[in-house]
């Protein structure tokens, strides 16, 4: 298992190298980059997002390099667009500017915001408590939910509550989560019937002056809807692979040997089943995890105005804020590459009779 450790954390590097180098080359070919923004800009054309003005002294960047590919610069001054391109670091090659920005990432130097006067790991930082709540309480109330109704539905495989908890799950796993966010302002964040929760924000206007349980009851209230959008999608995957999991174990002959030697249902469903069976649930909390954290709260972070990474990585993207945009891709794919490792220990954890290097040889 050590060896296999070894080879999974020096594949880590290559991987994250990977997958930078491809989406700089990616961006490369994309058109409306930074520089074109404020040259359209200063020529009175509208070219979208939500960027108010720009700062120079990026150390990455994307787009078009010379100003005669930008439609913005017709009728400026080139000194003037070269000056524009200088301030956004767009005046030197693309392979010195990815040669610049792999050399600055490997001491986390993500550099700066093209349109905000500070660091992205910083920025990053700043926006990371949100989402860590939301994605947190997410993944706690979904396991804390699915695996004790998939144990449920497993005992009463066939019955009528395993049909009708089925048709539950299956239409909440269909419909996106977004829609459900959708529903629950319009129903019940002053949309147009009730008027129970917030529509935005993790916190009321006057939290700082509001006792230590107010901001404790203040916080789970803003926390409700946006938690509850996010979760009611989550339950049918890990409901059901928790049932088919425990059924499959169910039918094993260790249980049977148990069941004959007159164990409870309890004894033999909690104190033999169980470890088994939770297997592939324990394992996959990691992943879970950085899927709700990173790539699930993106669309209900928007949609309820919550200033998370979602929220960021969505505005960058908008604003072509280059540095802000390959900063967050490097973090998001740092921490998955780290949590997919984790993932593999607890399996072995879990079971220590999995191993994964006896697997690869």
């Known amino acids: ?25 990616i961006v490369q070919m994309a058109p409306g980059g930074p520089v074109e923004r404020v040259l359209a800009q200063v020529r009175g054309l509208d070219m979208g997002g939500g960027a108010g003005g720009f700062r120079g002294g990026g150390d990455i ?12 610069a017709q009728g400026l001054d080139p000194a003037f667009v070269k000056e524009i391109e200088k301030q956004f670091g767009f005046d030197k090659p693309p392979l010195e500017r990815y040669l610049l920005m792999m050399k600055n990432y490997l001491s986390f130097n993500l550099g700066q915001s093209f349109y905000r006067t500070i660091d992205v ?4 930082i700043e926006k990371m408590p949100v989402s860590i709540s939301i994605g947190l309480w997410s993944t706690l109330i979904i396991y804390l ?21 089925s048709y539950a799950v299956v239409v909440g796993y269909a419909v996106p989560s977004f829609m459900f966010a959708i529903v629950l302002i319009v129903v019940f964040a002053g ?23 107010g901001k404790v009851t203040d916080y789970m209230w803003h926390l409700i809807l946006p938690v509850t959008a996010m979760t009611i999608g989550g339950f049918a995957s890990l409901t059901m692979l928790t049932k088919n999991c425990f059924l499959d174990e169910i039918n094993k002959q260790y249980v049977l040997t148990a069941k004959a030697k007159g164990l409870t249902r309890n004894r033999i469903l909690y104190g033999h089943i169980f470890r088994n069976a939770m297997l592939l649930v324990i394992a996959g909390f990691p992943a879970t995890l950085v899927s709700t954290l990173f790539t699930g709260s993106l669309l209900i972070e928007v949609i309820f105005s919550l200033d998370g990474l979602g929220l960021l990585g969505y505005q960058a993207i908008l ?8 900063g967050t891709l490097y973090l998001f794919s740092l921490i998955g590459l780290i949590l997919n490792l984790l993932s593999d220990l607890t399996y072995h954890m879990v079971d220590p009779r999995i191993d994964f290097e006896a697997r690869q040889t």
């Open 121 to 124: 790991g910083d920025l990053i």
């Open 191 to 213: 949309g147009s019937y009730l008027n129970w929760f917030p529509l935005r924000g993790l916190t009321s206007d006057n939290w700082a002056s509001l006792s230590l349980w």
């Open 1 to 25: 298992m050590f060896a296999y450790l070894i080879r999974r954390i020096a594949l880590i590097p290559l991987t994250l190298f990977g997958i930078i180098t491809l989406n700089f080359v």
């Open 319 to 326: 604003d072509r804020d280059y540095p802000v945009v390959f």
């Open 145 to 165: 939910v699915s695996i004790p109704l998939g144990i449920a539905k497993a005992v009463r495989d066939g019955t009528r509550f395993d049909v009708a908890t």
């Open 61 to 72: 960047a994307g787009g078009r390099g010379t100003a005669s590919l930008y439609r913005g």
